[in-house]
Structures are given as structure tokens and as C-alpha cells.
């Protein structure tokens, strides 16, 4: 590929974090107590975060607990890291009641407001949601089919039956933004997407298959051309609900015969820069989220002024 497409890692939304993990924490127990009397805690309700908003929405954070001031509700606490000032973070795992009402803030989800959160935040709800989702999918050993229980602060599901360990898994995912030699990019749309929604390609990593591997056979699967050069640009998280999405450019040299699997993408277009502004302008296509790898590749590749000739619907906000 040129060497203006020389590798230049992405600066994605949900890949930022300020924690410390510190995994050689979660098996002490004393240790996992005393710094959950003294945290700020997050609360995630089914896949909503308990948030503040101030400048009629304009403005989000997480709204941050103490440990007494959720004594009293059912949930589980999960560790999440230490902040580089020494405070300790957890997640207050609840189940969602449409009917319950916080005595302050609102319940959001991180798709709603994930591209208003500061680096601190959008770090420990990335975290938080995958792993709080994890949890509510495995009640039960997947070996015995007992019962298991949160341990190991919140990181391990452990079997009470014979003790067996479970921990959260991740499904790797490739993301690809495909050009020709004209730097045109091609996205394509789903069936079950809204009209106008258009994207770059994606699809899951099958086992024994190598990152590069399966961008060439999910772009040929999909769109019918034929990669002959990629680069690497980056990788997330994407807790909807347990992907990481590893971000490739390909170059293809058979432009033409673009088209549609009619299974899983019904319509693929090429796009150059002029054609993408007038579509955005007027209202002709519907551009992936802004904290989406997709929405990150195609800003790249249109330049500095994405940020304001891309301004428009976004695909989903909730």
C-alpha cells in the first residue's frame, strides 16, 4: 500500500483506560474489603450505567458510589483497578428495574453515551459492561451444570459442585476498511440495518484462522474482491457483549466485481471523499458511532475535516 497508508495506530474511544488493573489483588480477599470502603464505585444495572448529566445533556459521567451508600441493594461488587492517584474502583452489578428510580442520576447505556465520557470513565465502562455481562451469561458451570459464584473479585466464576474455574471470554473479531488503488473505500449494509445505514466489513476470527487470513475470506465472503496487501491499524474492546474488534486497511485489486453476498450484506457502494460528504449532507447514508473502530477508519481515511463534513445520524444511540 502507499506510504501515506503507512501504519498509524488508531486512537479509539474504548482501547483508552487510566487503571491499573492489578490482577495480584483479586485473590486477597482483606486487601479486596478494606479498598471497597474506600472506592469510587460504579453501578451498572442490566447494561446501564448510573450517570450525571448537566448542559441539557451536553455533558455525561459516571456517577461514582460508596460503599455506604449501596449497603442495602442486592448486587455483586466487581474490581476494576486502581487509578495512578492510589484510589481503588469497583462495579456495583444490579439487576435493570425499569421502575426503580435513583435518588440521583439517570440510567444510560454505554452506547448512548460512551462518546462523552472522559478516558477515566469510558475505561472502567468498557471493563465493566463486559464484564458484568459475562456474568449474568453463566449462572451455571458449563461441566456440571451447578450453580457458580462470583470470586476472585469478580474475575472468576467458580463452580460450588467440584470448584471448577470459569473466566470471561472474549471473541476476536476483524473490522476492515477496504479501498482500491483510486482511495476509494467500499462499505457495505446489512439487511437488518436501517436504510441508509452503511459500514465497513466485519466478521468473527473462526478457530485455528489467523487475524490475516480472515480478513481475506471475510471480505471475499462478503463483498466478492480480493485483498492483496493490509495493514494493521489498531485494536478495541467491544462489549456488545464480548467482542475485541482488530482493525485492518486492505488494499483489493478487482474494484469491480464488488458486490453483496445477499446474505448477510444486501448492498455494498464505493465511496470517494466528494461522494461521502454529499451523501452525509444530504442525509443519503447513515455512518457507524463515533466510539465504533468503523466510524474511527473511515474519519482516518477522509482527513482532518471528518469532524465536520461527517456530521450527522449515526446508526444507533441506544
Known amino acids: 500500500m502507499s506510504a501515506e497508508s503507512s501504519f498509524q495506530e488508531l486512537d479509539l474511544a474504548l482501547s483508552r483506560t487510566k487503571l491499573d488493573r492489578a490482577a495480584h489483588l483479586r485473590l486477597d480477599q482483606s486487601a479486596l474489603d478494606e479498598m471497597w470502603d474506600r472506592a469510587e464505585i460504579a453501578q451498572i444495572s442490566g447494561d446501564r450505567f448510573r450517570t450525571l448529566s448537566s448542559d441539557e445533556g451536553k455533558r455525561v459521567s459516571l456517577e461514582f458510589l460508596t460503599a455506604n451508600a449501596i449497603t442495602d441493594e442486592v448486587g455483586e461488587r466487581y474490581f476494576l483497578g486502581i487509578a495512578e492517584s492510589g484510589k481503588p474502583y469497583f462495579l456495583w452489578h444490579t439487576k435493570f428495574n425499569e421502575n426503580a428510580k435513583p435518588t440521583s442520576g439517570t440510567f444510560k447505556s454505554l ?29 451455571m458451570c458449563a461441566k456440571c451444570g451447578a450453580k457458580t459464584e462470583s470470586v476472585q473479585g469478580g474475575s472468576v466464576r467458580e463452580c460450588v459442585a467440584d470448584q471448577q474455574q470459569h473466566h470471561p471470554r472474549t471473541d476476536p473479531a476483524i473490522i476492515v476498511l477496504v479501498k482500491d488503488s483510486q482511495d476509494r473505500v467500499l462499505l457495505g449494509h446489512q439487511k437488518i440495518w436501517p436504510t441508509n445505514r452503511f459500514s465497513t466489513l466485519a466478521g468473527f476470527v473462526e478457530p485455528g484462522e489467523s487475524f490475516e487470513r480472515c480478513v481475506r475470506r471475510e471480505v471475499f465472503e462478503e463483498a466478492g474482491v480480493n485483498v492483496v496487501s493490509m495493514n494493521y491499524l489498531g485494536s478495541q474492546p467491544w462489549p456488545f457483549p464480548a467482542s475485541i474488534m482488530i482493525a485492518f486497511e486492505a488494499l483489493i485489486d478487482n474494484p469491480e466485481a464488488a458486490k453483496g ?58
Do not use: C
Request: hydrophobic share 50%; aromatic share 6%.
Open 111 to 139: 452506547r448512548e453515551i460512551g462518546a462523552l465520557l472522559n478516558d477515566l470513565e469510558i475505561g472502567i465502562a468498557a471493563h465493566g459492561l463486559a464484564l458484568s455481562q459475562w456474568h449474568d451469561a453463566h449462572p
Open 261 to 318: 453476498d445477499g446474505v448477510e450484506i444486501e448492498e455494498v457502494r464505493w465511496f470517494s471523499r466528494v461522494e461521502m460528504k454529499a451523501a452525509v449532507a444530504a442525509d443519503a447514508i447513515i455512518l457507524p458511532p463515533t466510539i465504533s473502530v468503523a466510524r474511527a477508519m473511515i474519519n482516518r481515511w477522509y482527513g482532518p475535516d471528518a469532524g465536520k463534513d461527517l456530521i450527522g445520524g449515526e446508526a444507533w444511540r441506544n
